[in-house]
């Protein structure tokens, strides 16, 4: 197993991960896994199908309940999380997630959800304070000319903007991506992933972000972790990732080949 590089310390941590498990009818998908997420960090998470990194991604949102181990956002047990707490925690999907029939405005809106009465959601009862954040946000990702088009007329690479757009709008302090740009050709790959870097940068989000493009995660990580069968193999800066760990993370295969 590759040595696991410690250079973050549990204090500055936004997410801090510590033996975390879980299972399914065939046994363990995550088996001990802990890590730690500063913030303003770019975190790849890389591994073949099957390792873990979706049900991990799940895990880290709350949306599937870990067997044992913890998992603490801001210090604070995520299945113990406030609604206004869990709105800090933003998720962008592969397949974008959006309402095909809205507006690619109305999407970003939906960001607003957790911010708002419920009623006022049911309704889509927005403030203009809300109409202009979301507005903003689309025009920081660069699709503020297409607010008023309906989502599923844009392109792959501009739904997963607006998909950022409406991460922006909640105002996280973390974003899970689960394979951003698996869908995306290598140009709208890019755009992507620098938005979500300079997210980073700007405004001192975490990013986690699971690739299975090597060459795309050296390029834009600040930090990589491999998972193989579930477990954590590698721990490294960017920078110091290598041939060799990546034989660990993937096999003697092509690592491109999931």
């Not at 500063?38 to 799940?58: D, F, M, N, V, Y």
């Amino acid at each position: 197993m590759v040595a696991v590089e410690r250079t973050h310390s549990a204090g500055s941590s936004i997410l801090s991960v510590k033996g975390l498990v879980k299972q399914f009818d065939r046994g363990p998908v995550i088996d001990q896994l802990s890590f730690e997420v500063r913030p303003g960090e770019c975190l790849a998470l890389l591994g073949l199908s099957g390792a873990g990194k979706t049900t991990l991604i799940r895990c880290l949102a709350g949306l599937l309940a870990p067997d044992s181990g913890e998992i603490f956002f801001e210090g604070r047990t995520i299945t113990r999380l406030s609604r206004a707490e869990r709105r800090r925690i933003a998720v962008v999907f592969q397949q974008f997630n959006l309402v095909g029939r809205l507006t690619a405005l109305d999407n970003v809106l939906a960001g607003r959800l957790g911010h708002v009465s419920q009623w006022r959601g049911i309704l889509r009862r927005f403030s203009s304070a809300d109409r202009l954040l979301a507005l903003e946000c689309l025009d920081r990702v660069g699709v503020l000319d297409r607010a008023t088009q309906r989502a599923d007329t844009l392109s792959g690479g501009q739904q997963q903007r607006v998909a950022i757009a409406r991460a922006l709008a909640q105002q996280a302090g973390l974003i899970l991506a689960d394979e951003p740009i698996a869908s995306l050709d290598p140009e709208s790959s890019d755009g992507v992933l620098e938005l979500l870097r300079g997210i980073a940068r700007e405004d001192g989000v975490a990013i986690v972000c699971s690739l299975h493009q090597v060459e795309f995660a050296r390029k834009w990580a600040d930090r990589m972790i491999g998972i193989r069968g579930g477990r954590l193999v590698v721990d490294v800066a960017a920078s110091s990732f290598d041939g060799r760990m990546e034989r660990e993370v993937y096999g003697e295969g092509d690592a491109s080949d999931e």
